[in-house]
């Protein structure tokens, strides 16, 4: 009975590690490069095995804004084909397609900023409080155009932190 139970809790341990959620997952607080003020809080999670990320909160703005940046443009592969000016800010997955290249790394996915509506290749690594460099755990996400492009360092947050930004 003892050996039962030692391989039952082998195996639970091991169903564990195997089905734990990537260190990307989760709830993060964007945070603009140049002001250091935060922007939006997005959950990031994996679907049907590609990357996600909808923004769950904006801040200094209304809730219900939409992204008129973006009217009129439209994407092949993004949301049926929507007219970007017509979708919320808040709500709306405006990261997705992302493949997994290893554990905390994706990318060939996109990004379209609910702003402007533009759209950029993304790319997410995250990177692990190390108490110098990284003094939280922290999500970059770098979107690019070409061979040029820029990162944002996002702070983990939890849902109540990523929900509340007003």
């Given amino acids: ?17 195997c089905f734990a959620a990537d260190p990307a997952e989760g709830f993060w607080i964007s945070v603009d490069e140049k002001s250091n003020k935060a922007t939006a809080g997005w959950e990031i999670q994996e679907k049907g095995g590609k990357l996600t990320g909808q923004i769950l909160s904006v801040a200094d703005q209304p809730q219900d804004v939409l992204a008129t940046g ?9 949301m049926n084909n929507a007219d970007i000016g017509t979708l919320p800010s808040v709500g709306t997955s405006w990261i997705w397609d992302l493949q997994k290249h290893d554990t905390g790394k994706w990318a060939n ?3 379209i900023d609910p702003g402007d509506g533009k759209r950029y290749k993304c790319r997410i690594t995250f990177h692990k409080a190390d108490g110098k460099k990284y003094k939280h755990d922290t999500l970059e996400m770098r979107g690019e155009v070409g061979p040029f492009g ?7 947050a939890t849902k109540e932190e990523a929900s509340a930004l007003r």
């Fill in 1 to 17: 009975m003892k050996k039962l139970t030692a391989i039952f809790a082998a195996l639970v341990l091991a169903g564990t590690f």
């Fill in 70 to 78: 973006g009217a009129g443009k439209h994407y092949d592969n993004f």
């Fill in 109 to 111: 996915g996109y990004i």
């Fill in 150 to 156: 820029r990162s944002q360092f996002w702070k983990k």
